[in-house]
């Protein structure tokens, strides 16, 4: 296998995810802080294109945007190297492992309504981020739309984001340039009229109706009878193809259609209010539908109002909260994820365990033990999807707890020290590593059968770490 290319002396590019027309994105590993991240980079002969100037440009206001950007539906920028050349500039980001939106309708047309509306709260929550801090994303569409493994869902790409305000000369592009993907685009992008907040909320009506409807409002390649569509032709009635579909979730979908701009609601907040009200009453934390990417319900953090009151609603009486159900359900639940995670469907297995670990939390002591066992299933979870570094914090969070309450040669304590010391290995924190198999390995020994499976296992892993290839280094 070749040695990975590394760049800045710090990131090593493994594999690459993407490329478009500006850069390549790579799955890499920081070799500083022993972590999987996302780096973009600019194409090598990108220099000698006789743009050049304006595709730095854009790349580097990409990544100033994107840093003002803090929420969870929005891949986080770690670093940057924007020095002007373009064969050398990239973006590091979070690496968000899933499958896009786009693929999800490619393999599958229409989804059932609740999914559809799960997956626009959680678009909504990140452009409700967005637009407060006065950033219009511009791009909206399935292939922009990331669904994480934990069943979160992540907003990509501010590439032609525009920012607005006194203080923001961060205009993407140039004046009437029509630019966007022509499927999702509003009517004022292709006259370069006034861009608001609503130009996304329509991109957002457009995902949703092709969601639902199992086919895109406008179809084909002309751009001309695209923009003709987009401009003039009133969308066909959603429930003529899908009876399915309440009236009211219909009326919403094409009020985000709407041809003016003034005519859409007036802010993400008000579409998340309007969605909320499709939610289920009661539902286990997440929603599982066959050939479908599990989705967390609710979704990632929204404005605090409508949280309120979508919990207020979904209440059934004043001890029982929409996310708790019977205790037979969990079991049934818990029996389920346990089925997946022995299949090696890890990715709908995980968010099944963090939704039944957070309810199980709720309970109080009565079922911490439960709970706890639920985390650590999730965390066995994450090891298997590459998730090493978010699987290494949430097993050592743990360890404290337990070290607090519990013998060190407890069964719970040995299991949780054993992936405390294998993820330590796993991100290259050798001598931490070493420490914490080399104190299990002593417990062992002297309290244990020597011979155990368990300490050949400790053993090997410590022999290891020893004999590692000249070049790695303790961090």
């Known amino acids: ?191 370069a009229g006034h861009i608001t907040p609503q130009t996304d909320l329509y991109a957002l009506g457009v995902v949703l109706y092709e969601l639902l409807a199992g086919e895109r409002l406008f179809d084909g390649d002309n751009i001309v009878n695209l923009m003709c569509a987009h401009v003039l032709q009133p969308p066909s009635p959603l429930r003529s193809a899908r009876r399915d579909v309440d009236p009211r979730l219909e009326r919403l979908v094409l009020d985000l259609l709407a041809k003016r701009a003034d005519d859409r609601p007036n802010s993400a907040r008000h579409v998340i209010d309007e969605l909320l009200g499709h939610l289920p009453h009661q539902h286990p934390g997440y929603l599982f539908f066959p050939d479908l990417p599990t989705l967390t319900l609710p979704p990632v953090p929204i404005p605090g109002d409508a949280l309120r009151l979508s919990a207020a609603t979904s209440t059934t009486g004043p001890q029982q909260r929409h996310t708790q159900v019977s205790a037979e359900g969990r079991a049934d639940r818990l029996a389920a994820a346990q089925a997946l995670f022995e299949a090696g469907k890890l990715s709908s297995a995980l968010p099944a365990y963090d939704a039944l670990a957070a309810e199980l939390g709720l309970l109080g002591a009565q079922a911490a033990d439960d709970a706890r066992a639920c985390r650590i299933q999730a965390a066995r979870c994450r090891i298997g999807l590459g998730q090493h570094q978010r699987a290494l914090d949430d097993l050592q969070r743990e360890l404290t707890q337990l070290r607090a309450h519990r013998a060190p040669t407890n069964t719970v304590v040995l299991e949780v020290r054993l992936y405390v010391g294998l993820l330590l290995r796993d991100v290259h924190r050798f001598a931490d590593a070493a420490r914490e198999l080399g104190s299990l390995y002593n417990d062992l020994v002297d309290r244990r059968d020597p011979d155990s499976a368990l300490v050949d296992q400790v053993r090997e892993a410590l022999i290891g770490i020893r004999r590692r290839p000249p070049g790695y280094r303790s961090i």
């Open 1 to 191: 296998m070749p040695e990975p290319r590394i760049i800045a002396k710090r990131y090593a590019l493994r594999e690459s995810l993407d490329e478009g027309g500006m850069g390549q994105v790579w799955r890499a590993y920081d070799l500083l802080l022993g972590r999987d991240v996302a780096v973009k980079l600019i194409l090598d002969d990108l220099a000698a294109h006789h743009d050049a100037a304006a595709f730095v440009e854009r790349f580097q206001r990409e990544v100033r945007v994107t840093a003002q950007l803090h929420h969870p539906g929005i891949p986080q920028v770690h670093d940057a190297f924007l020095d002007g050349t373009a064969d050398r500039m990239f973006m590091v980001m979070e690496l968000v492992q899933g499958v896009s939106l786009k693929r999800v309708i490619d393999a599958s047309g229409s989804v059932p309504p609740v999914w559809a509306v799960c997956l626009a709260l959680h678009v909504c929550a990140a452009l409700h981020h967005a637009h407060e801090v006065h950033v219009i994303h511009r791009d909206i569409k399935p292939a922009n739309i990331m669904i994480a493994v934990d069943g979160t869902v992540k907003v990509l790409d501010f590439g032609i984001a525009m920012a607005l305000g006194a203080d923001a000369p961060t205009r993407l592009t140039k004046p009437q340039q029509i630019i966007g993907s022509p499927h999702y685009m509003a009517p004022e992008q292709f006259d």
